[in-house]
């Protein structure tokens, strides 16, 4: 069962969650000793965000036009395409875009380098750095999407209110369309303020999400990645069918197609969406 918790004050930056003898988190705890070893991890690091297994990076630092640049470095490129370039359905930012109406950023095709690396390593890991515009939008609202329509998908990140939520097809779990969803509490969405989402999914079928650095969902995905669909696209803010927008400011989106460790997460909750 997903547990996750029910304080909404358990999101201040700044703080260290921890996890129970069960495996729950209560996105409360403090322990000196962990946040000690957190932070040397950091230091060791360089306050660097992880390179390592990334297979797509968006930081919004276009400033105009149509096309967000993947700026992983990795070829081919998985530059995503604005469906409407004209506001209010987009409004560029310094290093970001608003949505204030629905609209989609998608690749132009299918987004084969992603979902082959990750079948391959069993593994991915979403970040996206991310403002709602509200805390009613559902459906869910897609953030982040490798899918087809409504019904099926390889891995999706959204809002279903005033919750966070993701689905991931696998092998040995659920449905094609990576049902049923794992969600966090409900009241951890704040509008009008950035937020750090993080979804993990590992080979050894352990699956965690987390907000603002903070662990608030632990539960179990199985089997592997392989039944995940090469023709599916990747797309932001939007279903690839336009019937699942969601309204607010990307900051920075980050696929891996490997497993970020806790003190990745947390290392990266500390950077902020702007550090390189």
């Known amino acids: 069962m997903d547990r996750a918790p029910d304080a909404s004050d358990a999101l201040e930056p700044g703080r260290d969650g921890g996890l129970h003898d069960d495996g729950s ?57 604005l469906g409407d370039p004209t506001p209010p359905a987009a409004h560029w930012r310094r290093g ?3 949505f204030d109406r629905s609209n989609i950023l998608q690749t132009s095709g299918a987004a084969t380098r992603l979902t082959d690396a990750c079948r391959t390593s069993g593994e991915v890991s979403i970040e996206a750095w991310v403002e709602p515009d ?11 999407t490798v899918s087809a329509d409504p019904h099926f998908r390889n891995v999706t990140i959204g809002q279903d209110g005033s919750s966070w939520i993701a689905r991931i097809r696998t092998s040995g779990f659920g449905d094609l369309n990576g049902m049923p969803q ?69 900051h920075l989106v980050a696929i891996y197609c490997d497993a970020l460790t806790e003190a990745d997460v947390l290392r990266h909750y500390r950077l902020g969406p702007d550090a390189e």
């Open 25 to 81: 988190s209560d996105g409360r705890t403090e322990d000196p000793d962990a946040a000690g070893a957190m932070d040397a991890t950091a230091a060791d690091a360089g306050l660097q965000r992880r390179r390592e297994g990334l297979v797509a990076l968006y930081t919004f630092e276009e400033g105009t036009g149509n096309v967000v640049r993947d700026r992983s470095g990795l070829d081919p490129p998985l530059d995503l395409v």
């Open 96 to 98: 970001a875009i608003r």
């Open 134 to 144: 509200n805390e009613t939008q559902g459906g869910p609202a897609r953030i982040v």
């Open 182 to 250: 794992i969600s966090t509490a409900t009241r951890i969405v704040l509008a009008s303020a950035p937020s750090q989402i993080v979804f993990v999914r590992e080979t050894s079928g352990w699956a965690r999400l987390y907000v603002n650095g903070l662990l608030v969902v632990l539960t179990t995905r199985g089997g592997d990645l392989t039944n995940w669909d090469p023709s599916f696209r990747l797309a932001l803010g939007n279903e690839l069918t336009n019937d699942r927008p969601w309204l607010g400011t990307f």
